[in-house]
């Protein structure tokens, strides 16, 4: 983030995950407030056990789906911090 901030990008972070993701939940996330995260533990954006790609729809529909709302959002960008390998 700090990178960012110093090149004038704006971040954003989603909330819960793929759930905020669909969900359109997301916070700015400001360098003067959130300068010290590393200093502390948890996460300030919570989490969700969301799989996107679970359900009846095929994952070609569900990654449409996806890429919609990141172009929604107006998403460059996205990184994944985290998450289960399984």
Known sequence: ???AYDARIE???ILK???GLM???TIPLDI???DDLHTIGGTILYTSRTNPFKGAES????SK???KKIDELDIDALIAIGGDLR
Do not use: V
Request: with cysteine.
């Open 1 to 3: 983030m700090l990178k």
């Open 11 to 13: 971040c954003i972070g």
């Open 17 to 19: 995950g793929w759930k």
């Open 23 to 25: 969900e359109n939940l």
């Open 32 to 34: 003067a407030e959130h």
């Open 59 to 62: 994952n070609e529909e569900r």
């Open 65 to 67: 789906k996806i890429a």
